[in-house]
């Protein structure tokens, strides 16, 4: 059974960086052809796909974010990280990782999701 947690600090002030990571257990993060995204959800908002590296440490980005976002990845630990610079409140949400992989059609197939955790971008 594949699992994934996010973790990191629920508050962070505006002008610094969130930083979260998401530890899987259950498969190797380098796992063939996988793929391992961050999504946000703001309050009153759709989820947001930020970015994405993949099993080979490929990133990649969503270009409305990709200026302030980095993902990185620990395979010793097996975890991927997050990290948003430059934090607004408009910042604040809640912040998930997910597995994601390549359908044959070529569409992108989410199987598993982490909990979530509450980010408040606040002084």
């Known amino acids: 059974q594949v699992q994934l947690q996010e973790s990191g600090p629920g508050l962070v002030k505006p002008s610094q960086t969130l930083s979260l990571s998401c530890t899987v257990s259950?498969?190797?993060?380098?796992?063939?052809?996988?793929?391992w995204s961050w999504i946000r959800q703001a309050p009153g908002k759709d989820r947001e796909w930020m970015g994405a590296?993949?099993?080979?440490?490929?990133?990649y980005y969503s270009p409305s974010l990709e200026n302030h976002t980095s993902i990185s990845r620990d395979t010793s630990k097996n975890q991927f990280s997050l990290q948003l610079s430059s934090v607004t409140p408009d910042d604040t949400a809640v912040y998930y990782c997910?597995?994601?992989?390549?359908?044959?059609?070529?569409?992108?197939?989410?199987?598993?999701w982490g909990q979530g955790t509450q980010v408040t971008v606040s002084s």
């Open positions: 997910a597995r994601d992989r390549l359908a044959p059609n070529g569409t992108i197939v989410r199987d598993d």
């Open positions: 259950g498969i190797s993060i380098t796992t063939r052809f996988y793929y």
């Open positions: 590296i993949a099993y080979d440490g490929s990133t």
